[in-house]
């Protein structure tokens, strides 16, 4: 039931999935996302991926998602430092 190649996850600068985004597999982290961490409003979460996204780098202050998120909270707008994909 589904194999890896699915499972993606997609950060997005604008809220509800819009704008300029880009994704990771499992797998695949940033341990620092400069600028592009102060631009991302939402996660989308393809398959059955799970990711920690970090307010500091190198994986600091985490929150888990395993399902989508259309605007983060207010601790996480517009402030990740750091993600990882896992499954």
Do not use: K
């Not at 102060?38 to 989308?44: A, D, E, K, N, V």
């Not at 799970?50 to 929150?63: E, H, I, M």
């Amino acid at each position: 039931i589904g194999g890896g190649a699915n499972r993606l996850v997609c950060f997005f600068e604008g809220a509800d999935f819009r704008g300029p985004n880009f994704c990771a597999r499992p797998g695949e982290s940033d341990r620092n996302l400069g600028s592009w961490g102060r631009r991302i409003m939402s996660i989308r979460i393809d398959g059955r991926a799970a990711v920690d996204v970090c307010t500091q780098r190198n994986f600091g202050n985490c929150s888990t998602f395993r399902s989508d998120v259309r605007v983060l909270n207010r601790m996480l707008q517009n402030n990740v430092g750091s993600f990882y994909v896992h499954r």
